[in-house]
Nanobody, 122 residues
Framework: QVQLVESGGGLVQAGGSLRLSCAAS????????MGWYRQAPGKQRELVAT???????NYADSVKGRSTISRDNAKNAVYLQMNSLNSEDTAVYYC????????????????WGQGTQVTVSS
């Protein structure tokens, strides 16, 4: 089992910046992909950014160019730096870890954090 704990959410003014952190613990395989997703009121959960163990990243178009995802493999941690925040960034942000069901398995599974609220005020 894997546990994810997020931190760093809060209230920020439009144009400001925020850094989210997520620490993973439990049975973690090196072939995991970590990432951030968000869910705004009345909307579906959507991808923000992901990062593989080797550092390959993927960003949603809505945050590309103003956000940076990074990770510390030694700490099993992932971070999201978001700049130039606007009201559309207001959402609950969820940390995600995707990895094989067991070592060597082809099937993969997702683990989720409890979510952290980010509110951007105009």
């Amino acid at each position: 089992q894997v546990q994810l704990v997020e931190s760093g959410g809060g209230l920020v003014q439009a144009g400001g910046s925020l850094r989210l952190s997520c620490a993973a613990s439990g049975r973690i395989f090196s072939t995991n992909v970590m990432g951030w997703y968000r869910q705004a009121p009345g909307k579906q959960r959507e991808l923000v950014a992901t990062i593989r163990g080797g550092g390959i990243t993927n960003y949603a178009d809505s945050v590309k160019g103003r956000s940076t995802i990074s990770r510390d493999n030694a700490k099993n941690a992932v971070y999201l730096q978001m700049n130039s925040l606007n009201s559309e960034d207001t959402a609950v942000y969820y940390c995600n870890l995707n990895q094989p069901l067991r070592l060597g398995a082809l099937s993969r599974t997702d683990y989720w954090g409890q979510g952290t609220q980010v509110t951007v005020s105009s």
